[in-house]
Antibody, heavy 118, light 106 residues
Framework: EVQLVESGGGLVQPGGSLRLSCAAS????????MSWVRQAPGKGLEWVAN????????YYVDSVRGRFTISRDNAKNSLYLQVNSLRAEDTAVYYC???????????WGQGTLVTVSS | DIQMTQSPSSLSASVGDKVTITCRAS??????LAWFQQKPGKAPKSLIY???SLQTGVPSKFSGSGSGTDFTLTISSLQPEDFATYYC?????????FGQGTRLEI
């Protein structure tokens, strides 16, 4: 059974940084593209970033490019999102998700909440 | 960017009803269209991919159709557990984009 467990969220001031983590189990992590998707409180889903199986390709939504960095450690079955220069509009639940048959979100974690506020 | 527009934004229905949700893309997406269900406080769940293919374990009461720019999700014989918010997603290119959601209420 696929399990994705996010961690690392919290309250951070504008301009601050966090590193979000996603621990994967129940599947061959190194064989899957992975993704981060976020959801602001009471709002819809927004794709954030994708990373290829070996980390050689990364894609970002324009609003986070240059501030967020997606990475992975296949030896640790872990996915990461380094979020820098945080803004109030980055406040959201951040979900880790698998990509299968090119669909972002074949499986999802439970999410980790990032709140940007002074 | 490809804009995904869902209609209606909200929908009231009764147990046993059949409902249809529409998703329109701002340009052709080669059937790279997925549907998700999300219940309050929970992560989304994948229902359909490639416009009409059912994910493993998803009941056949859910069906998807469409091509090009216009797609539909149909849910037959509504049960209490089906009342949720539904999202479409295009994955034809970057950025991946979602519709704004359709809230299905009793």
């Amino acid at each position: 059974e696929v399990q994705l467990v996010e961690s690392g969220g919290g309250l951070v001031q504008p301009g601050g940084s966090l590193r979000l983590s996603c621990a994967a189990s129940g599947f061959t992590f190194s064989s899957y593209w992975m993704s981060w998707v976020r959801q602001a409180p009471g709002k819809g889903l927004e794709w954030v970033a994708n990373i290829k199986e070996d980390g050689s390709e990364k894609y970002y939504v324009d609003s986070v490019r240059g501030r967020f960095t997606i990475s992975r450690d296949n030896a640790k079955n872990s996915l990461y999102l380094q979020v820098n220069s945080l803004r109030a509009e980055d406040t959201a639940v951040y979900y880790c998700a698998t990509i299968r048959q090119w669909v972002v979100g074949d499986s999802w974690g439970q999410g980790t909440l990032v709140t940007v506020s002074s | 960017d490809i804009q995904m527009t869902q209609s209606p934004s909200s929908l009231s229905a009764s147990v046993g009803d059949k409902v249809t949700i529409t998703c329109r893309a701002s340009q052709g997406i080669n059937n790279y269209l997925a549907w998700f269900q999300q219940k309050p406080g929970k992560a989304p769940k994948s229902l359909i991919y490639a416009a009409s293919s059912l994910q493993t374990g998803v009941p056949s009461k859910f069906s998807g159709s469409g091509s090009g720019t216009d797609f539909t999700l149909t849910i037959s014989s509504l049960q209490p557990e089906d009342f949720a918010t539904y999202y479409c997603q295009q994955y034809n290119g970057y950025p991946v984009t979602f519709g704004q959601g359709t809230r299905l209420e009793i």
